[in-house]
């Protein structure tokens, strides 16, 4: 069994499982999803071990199980960098969200169920090689997230969890269709593209047969479609997951969502959702329409900067903590943008590093915001306040994820914006249809960005936990003992292992990231000789 | 050699790491040892280095490795041994080790004094990563290291809503100068293809600028330079460095007057080959406008200095001044005499901030000189090695700052800044004035205090005899110290002292002292008078110019409304407009719908099925 067949039947096994346990036996529900979870983490290190940036071969780890041939359909699973690196993100994440979820008393069995059906659902998308699975697994993953928020939820400021969960599912469904749409659209064209022609596959020649359609990513990869075709389609994958990324101006599901979300959704629903969003405009839309990326991302440099600068400012003028982390993760969705917009090696690789770097880190100010909304039923700042005192663990957690999350070398978001970030000085981004070329601007609008996140994350650190300590807060209890700090500890190492050693993750991200690359480079000259 | 640099550099990392993590270590005794003995390992290493390195030595690690065989960029680690970064690391070790140990007495009784040790390791890390970087982004990092390690400092006393504040802006003024800083460094990058100063170096020196615009190279000179300045807190960069006087004072003593805000100074010199006439082209007029903004701060930092009555603001606007002479003798382009400078101060200053804290700590945590005084004959030790301090910084012969102060006034003549020679001649004389005030309000007089004030004990006087010897002693080195820098490249030409310009300066300072007795201790109700006569003048020093009112109206006001105005943006634009739009029409349309077509009646169904029947048939034959 290779390693992605296991990852992905962990947690559906146990959600599977799950269906026959007395409900009432609440620890051994815990007990298994947390070693579900486990299998998952342990899984997906060995993965990150056992990567080899040598191999000529695209996808490791690869599994085929018939589905339906006269469709072409079968589960594919493979890895490459880019895959390998969010599944370990996302392992990292639902390890510690199933850690934190102690404090769900409610429905324990349910919730269980859903997050483990949740999680399957995106190891499934990262780890999918065949274009119907992909959407398969996505909408796994969206419907366990809509009933984990209609149920467990909170109200988000003036908005009610119902609300919040029925525009999170409308936007992540609406996206996902219209993706659906380009997809349908490439597998025709891209299987007819194919007929007869003889192409590489694991290693062997493969020839497809004329008049047979296949949802194999692999191969579709290898049609090189008309340069029309891939620049009308290519608008309509990218609109699709740009929903989820969130992109602006699509965003406004996202900060409402997380605010809405109880603690270890907020975490996956931050660290993990919003990256398939990413990950989908990389593997597909890079992937199979690499022409219609050459042609259209700049337009998408320019765009970014408004997450960037605009999510920044929102932020500052929050006074709830989630929706600060919430705006803050749409401002940082804006640099894996600008970072993928450049379309050069240095660039993509910082944008996935980000995805990773960001995960981790937003899954951990949700972990250490739900921990003290647990006791204080607040999140408002200004009804916080020196809480330092009383939470000197957490509250020091939560200093260094303010940092984190404002690039303070160390941390493996620094690293990795600084890819970013330098990725795009020398990048020429061509808007296209107007002949404009603009060049500096994003990045200048990056750097300021950091300049942005400082001011509203030092702000909430100053008025959350410095300063007198308000009595209400003097009998909030710390996180104790080993079970209760591994989850945050081992996401602050996670960031600060990956921080100080980043060739670890970088070198693998970079093999996948150069091999997509290859094809969406020059992309636009191949393309436009077929017709 | 350099093994023992990367040894150097990290020891205090893991002091940090280890005081940090280990709470029973973080209670004990154990952690301040821990934490002076790697400061003064680096004092040793610096000796290790300063009498075995000859030629420059260097090491560097790939962090991020990104390079294809055609191309693509590394982002390096690395340390350079040469007499540049020794100089510093000697400043640093032998300072730093001074004050860890003053620390000990001063920190006495404070229940958290573990967790002051690592954080104030982690200075130390973030310090000497400054000063051993062979590479701008290396530079950077350590850079932001240091910022972060500055504002946890100066919060220390977290429960103190003003220390929080400093330490926020702090971070982020040079948060903003960093913003400059880096696209400088991108710019740099661009033009000469490397991060490596000595790549950079051999770029320029070899004409691979030669055509590009003076414009473009004095806008990157120019940017880099707004790094250092946030740093060292240049105008109009200045505002966070008196309010860092919030930290514990060790801390202001270490980082706020005599290593860390000496690291823009440091930087300047080490990318010396962005400022000057090198390889054939001009870095436009870079220079000349950092000799313009190390002058002005000169000036009104020592402006500002005379209306403080807080021991420690006004040492830290004399640290502003001086940071802008060392700033003026890098426009001129005397990089070695600017690093002397800032060896000289960097031991006076500390002694005088230490002789603060020591006047502090033995008042029971007075500062404010109106409620000091006549500390003369209860503080002896402390009031003699302040003397000391006060002399080398005011320049009198034969004390460091006489020496160094001395270069920076004949470099400034040599290159022709006459305006900037006069303004710096001033100012040492100002710099005398608000020293002899601050001298005679906190020694002379009668004690104005409640508590009763007590010498400080030995482990707090040991450390300012030492930098009392230094300081007064470090002048007669700066012929070695000359020698030394000019087999670094960065030496442009050697200077010697000009007596006639030591004799004007020496005159300009005496009369500064001469004011200060009048004024202060003779016939100290003239001083007030003098301050109702001018109003204006004194109501524009008190406000600092209104430099940080300005500031603050921006971050409040505009910056504030900016954000309140996106927000309103997103929730009645976005959410309710489009978002909220979208939802209405669908609703109606939904409506409509039903309204006008699920009508229950059979004839309406007819019809509409008759015009579906027609309209498809019209379709059919038409195409």
Same mark, same amino acid.
């Given at each position: 069994m290779s390693l992605s067949l296991l990852i992905l =039947?962990?947690?559906?096994?146990?959600?599977?499982?799950?269906?026959?346990?007395?409900?009432?036996?609440?620890?051994?529900?815990?007990?298994?999803?947390?070693?579900?979870?486990?299998?998952?983490?342990?899984?997906?290190?060995?993965?990150?071990?056992?990567?080899?940036?040598?191999?000529?071969?695209?996808?490791?780890?690869?599994?085929?199980?018939?589905?339906?041939?006269?469709?072409?359909?079968?589960?594919?699973?493979?890895?490459?960098?880019?895959?390998?690196?969010?599944? =370990?993100?996302?392992?990292?994440?639902?390890?510690?969200?199933?850690?934190?979820?102690?404090?769900?008393?409610?429905?324990?069995?349910?919730?269980?169920?859903?997050?483990?059906?949740?999680?399957?659902?995106?190891?499934?998308?990262?780890?999918?090689?065949?274009?119907?699975? @992909?959407? @398969?697994?996505?909408?796994?993953?969206?419907?366990? !997230?809509?009933?984990?928020?209609?149920?467990?939820?909170?109200?988000?400021?003036?908005?009610?969890?119902?609300?919040?969960?029925?525009?999170?599912?409308?936007?992540?469904?609406?996206?996902?269709?219209?993706?659906?749409?380009?997809?349908?659209?490439?597998?025709?064209?891209?299987?007819?593209?194919?007929?007869?022609?003889?192409?590489?596959?694991?290693?062997?020649?493969?020839t497809l047969e004329t008049g047979t359609y296949t949802f194999d990513m692999r191969l579709l990869e290898q049609a090189v479609l008309p340069a029309a075709f891939q620049n009308a389609w290519f608008p309509v994958v990218f609109l699709g997951f740009a929903c989820i990324i969130p992109m602006w101006p699509l965003h406004s599901w996202s900060p409402i969502g997380?605010?809405?979300?109880?603690?270890?959704?907020? !975490?996956?629903?931050?660290?993990?959702?919003?990256?398939?969003?990413?990950?989908?405009?990389?593997?597909?839309?890079?992937?199979?329409?690499?022409?219609?990326?050459?042609?259209? !991302?700049?337009?998408?440099? =320019?765009?970014?900067?408004m997450n960037i600068i605009y999510g920044g400012m929102v932020a500052m003028a929050q006074r709830d903590m989630k929706f600060i982390i919430g705006f803050s993760s749409s401002s940082h969705m804006g640099y894996v943008l600008l970072g993928l917009a450049t379309l050069g090696v240095t660039g993509v690789t910082g944008a996935v590093f980000l995805m990773f770097a960001h995960g981790i880190m937003t899954a951990l100010a949700f972990a250490l915001v739900g921990y003290i909304y647990d006791q204080t039923h607040t999140r408002v700042i200004d009804d916080w306040g020196g809480l330092m005192k009383p939470l000197?663990?957490?509250?020091?957690?939560?200093?260094?994820?303010?940092?984190?999350?404002?690039?303070?070398?160390?941390?493996?978001?620094?690293?990795?914006?600084?890819?970013?970030?330098?990725?795009?000085?020398?990048?020429?981004?061509?808007?296209?249809?107007?002949?404009?070329?603009?060049?500096?601007?994003?990045?200048?609008?990056?750097?300021w960005g950091l300049v942005v996140t400082g001011t509203y994350m030092l702000r909430a650190v100053r008025t959350a936990f410095y300063g007198e300590t308000n009595p209400r807060w003097e009998g909030l209890r710390d996180a104790r003992g080993w079970s209760a700090k591994l989850p945050f500890v081992l996401l602050v190492l996670v960031l600060a292992y990956t921080g100080f050693f980043p060739h670890l993750i970088v070198e693998p991200i970079e093999n996948g990231v150069r091999a997509v690359l290859e094809r969406v480079n020059g992309a636009s000259a191949l393309a436009e000789a077929v017709r | 050699m350099t093994d023992l640099a990367w040894i150097c550099l990290f020891a205090p990392l893991v002091a940090a790491v280890w005081i940090g993590v280990s709470p029973r270590f973080r209670a004990g005794a154990g952690a301040p040892r821990l934490a002076i003995a790697t400061v003064l390992f680096a004092f040793v290493c610096s000796l290790i280095f300063l009498f075995s390195v000859h030629e420059p030595l260097q090491s560097s690690i790939a962090w991020m490795d990104l390079r294809t065989p055609g191309g693509g960029i590394v982002i390096e680690l690395g340390v350079i041994l040469d007499q540049l970064s020794i100089l510093m690391l000697l400043v640093v070790g032998a300072v730093g080790s001074a004050i860890f140990i003053f620390a000990l007495g001063y920190m006495k009784g404070d229940p958290s004094v573990g967790r002051f040790y690592a954080k104030f390791a982690l200075f130390v890390f973030s310090m000497l990563g400054i000063v051993f970087a062979n590479n701008f982004l290396m530079i950077f990092i350590f850079w932001e290291l240091v910022g972060v390690s500055s504002y946890l400092l100066i919060g220390y006393y977290w429960q103190k809503p003003s220390a929080v504040e400093a330490g926020k802006k702090a971070f982020l003024v040079n948060r903003v100068a960093d913003f400059g800083f880096l696209i400088g460094i991108l710019m740099i990058w661009q033009l000469t293809g490397s991060f490596r100063f000595d790549d950079i170096q051999q770029a320029v020196e070899a004409g691979a600028l030669t055509g590009t615009s003076g414009w473009t190279l004095g806008l990157a000179a120019f940017l880099i330079f707004i790094g250092a300045a946030g740093k060292s807190a240049q105008f109009p960069f200045h505002v966070w460095l008196p309010d860092a006087m919030e930290g514990p004072t060790p801390v202001s003593a270490l980082m706020h007057a005599a290593t860390m805000v000496a690291a823009g100074v440091y930087m300047v010199a080490r990318t010396f080959f962005c400022f000057g006439w090198t390889g054939g082209v001009s870095w436009g007029d870079a220079a000349e406008v950092m000799a313009l903004f190390g002058g002005l701060t000169a000036f009104l930092a020592a402006t500002m200095a005379l209306v403080q009555n807080d021991i420690k603001k006004v040492l830290a606007y004399?640290?502003?001044?001086?940071?802008?002479?060392?700033?003026?003798?890098?426009?001129?382009? &005397?990089?070695?005499?600017?690093? *002397?400078? %800032?060896?000289?101060?960097?031991?006076? +200053?500390?002694?005088?901030?230490?002789?603060?804290?020591?006047?502090?700590?033995?008042?029971?945590?007075?500062?404010?000189?109106?409620?000091?005084?006549?500390?003369?004959? +209860?503080?002896?030790?402390?009031?003699?090695?302040?003397?000391?301090?006060? *002399?080398?910084?005011?320049?009198?012969?034969?004390? &460091?700052?006489?020496?160094?102060?001395?270069?920076?006034?004949?470099?400034?003549?040599?290159?022709?800044?006459?305006?900037?020679?006069?303004?710096?001649?001033?100012?040492?004389? %100002?710099?005398?004035?608000?020293?002899?005030?601050?001298?005679?309000?906190? *020694?002379f007089g009668k004690y104005r205090g409640r508590a009763e004030p007590h010498e400080s004990p030995?482990?707090?006087?040991?450390?300012?005899?030492?930098?009392?010897?230094?300081?007064?002693?470090?002048?007669?080195?700066?012929?070695?110290?000359?020698?030394?820098?000019?087999?670094?490249?960065?030496?442009?030409?050697?200077?010697?002292?000009?007596?006639?310009?030591?004799?004007?300066?020496? *005159?300009?300072?005496?009369?500064?002292?001469?004011?200060?007795?009048?004024?202060?201790?003779? +016939?100290?109700? +003239?001083?007030?008078?003098?301050?109702?006569?001018?109003?204006?003048?004194?109501?524009?020093?008190?406000?600092?110019?209104?430099?940080?009112?300005?500031?603050?109206?921006?971050?409040?006001s505009v910056q504030q409304t900016i954000a309140v105005f996106c927000r309103l943006f997103e929730e009645r634009v976005i959410v309710d407009g489009m978002v909220g739009g979208t939802v209405r029409a669908a609703r109606r349309a939904g409506d409509g719908l039903r309204k006008r077509f699920q009508t229950g009646r059979i004839t309406q169904y007819a019809y509409v099925f008759l015009a579906g029947i027609t309209l498809l048939v019209i379709v059919m034959v038409v195409l």
């Open positions: =039947l962990a947690p559906a096994t146990a959600t599977a499982y799950l269906f026959t346990v007395k409900p009432e036996r609440k620890g051994h529900i815990r007990r298994v999803a947390i070693g579900a979870s486990l299998v998952t983490l342990v899984g997906a290190i060995l993965m990150w071990t056992s990567y080899d940036p040598a191999s000529t071969e695209k996808y490791q780890f690869l599994t085929e199980i018939e589905w339906a041939p006269s469709l072409g359909l079968a589960l594919r699973l493979g890895a490459d960098g880019i895959s390998m690196a969010m599944v =370990l993100l996302t392992a990292f994440v639902i390890f510690t969200g199933t850690l934190i979820s102690r404090a769900i008393e409610q429905h324990v069995k349910e919730h269980y169920i859903l997050l483990m059906a949740l999680v399957t659902g995106v190891f499934g998308v990262f780890l999918s090689l065949d274009l119907f699975f @992909f959407y @398969f697994f996505y909408e796994m993953a969206v419907i366990p !997230m809509f009933l984990l928020i209609g149920v467990w939820g909170s109200q988000a400021a003036k908005y009610s969890k119902e609300y919040a969960t029925m525009k999170l599912t409308l936007y992540l469904t609406a996206g996902a269709v219209l993706a659906l749409v380009g997809l349908l659209a490439v597998y025709f064209k891209g299987s007819e593209a194919l007929w007869g022609q003889t192409v590489k596959l694991a290693g062997e020649s493969f997380h605010a809405a979300a109880p603690s270890a959704v907020s !975490m996956l629903h931050a660290g993990v959702l919003m990256k398939l969003g990413a990950y989908g405009v990389l593997r597909l839309g890079y992937g199979l329409l690499p022409a219609g990326a050459e042609h259209w !991302m700049g337009w998408v440099a =320019l765009l970014c900067c000197p663990f957490v509250g020091t957690c939560f200093v260094i994820m303010a940092f984190a999350s404002a690039g303070l070398p160390g941390f493996a978001n620094f690293a990795s914006e600084l890819l970013v970030i330098v990725g795009s000085w020398n990048a020429g981004f061509e808007l296209a249809g107007t002949g404009i070329t603009v060049r500096y601007l994003p990045t200048i609008a990056a750097i | 004399s640290t502003l001044s001086q940071l802008g002479y060392m700033v003026m003798a890098l426009g001129a382009g &005397a990089y070695a005499v600017s690093m *002397f400078h %800032l060896t000289t101060h960097a031991f006076f +200053k500390a002694l005088l901030f230490l002789c603060a804290g020591s006047v502090i700590y033995g008042c029971h945590h007075e500062q404010d000189m109106r409620r000091l005084g006549g500390l003369r004959k +209860k503080m002896p030790v402390t009031f003699w090695t302040f003397t000391v301090g006060m *002399f080398a910084l005011t320049g009198i012969f034969p004390f &460091a700052g006489f020496w160094s102060k001395d270069l920076i006034l004949d470099a400034l003549h040599e290159r022709e800044f006459h305006g900037l020679f006069l303004l710096s001649t001033l100012t040492a004389g %100002l710099t005398a004035l608000y020293m002899a005030r601050a001298w005679f309000m906190t *020694f030995r482990v707090m006087t040991g450390p300012l005899v030492f930098l009392a010897i230094c300081s007064a002693s470090a002048g007669f080195f700066y012929g070695g110290a000359q020698g030394y820098l000019s087999r670094w490249q960065g030496m442009v030409s050697e200077l010697d002292i000009n007596v006639s310009i030591a004799i004007v300066s020496s *005159f300009v300072v005496l009369i500064g002292y001469a004011a200060g007795w009048y004024f202060f201790f003779r +016939k100290p109700e +003239k001083a007030e008078t003098v301050a109702r006569r001018f109003p204006a003048l004194h109501r524009l020093l008190l406000h600092k110019y209104y430099i940080d009112d300005f500031y603050l109206w921006v971050v409040r």
